[in-house]
Nanobody, 124 residues
């Protein structure tokens, strides 16, 4: 079983930045994209960003475009989510997930392995 772990969450003021990181305990059996999802209290888990296995394609939720950047460090095998200009509505638990596909899909049902989540809280 692949184990996924997120880190980097915290409490920040609106307009500030956080950088989340995602690592897997072992390499998956195939070429897999990686996605970030978030879930706020009382809301559905929603797609935030994804990156293809080779890092060549990215995909973003419209409301985070221009503020968030997903990237893959091919040497360290770490996927990061740089979150700039954070807003209170970004407050949520953020989850990293490994896709069954190589593509940067936004479809939650394509993600096979999930981390436990890291809390991001943005104050006004």
């Amino acid at each position: 079983q692949v184990q996924v772990e997120e880190s980097g969450g915290g409490l920040v003021q609106a307009g500030n930045s956080l950088r989340l990181s995602c690592v897997a305990s072992k390499r998956t059996s195939s070429n897999n994209g990686v996605g970030w999802f978030r879930q706020a209290p009382g809301k559905e888990r929603e797609f935030v960003a994804a990156i293809s296995w080779n890092g060549g394609t990215t995909n973003y939720l419209d409301s985070v475009k221009g503020r968030f950047t997903i990237s893959r460090d091919r040497v360290k095998n770490v996927v990061s989510l740089q979150m700039n200009d954070l807003k209170p509505e970004d407050t949520a638990v953020y989850y990293c997930a490994i896709s069954r596909l190589a593509a940067a899909t936004s479809a939650i049902d394509r993600y096979q392995y999930w981390g436990q989540g890291t809390q991001v809280t943005v104050s006004s």
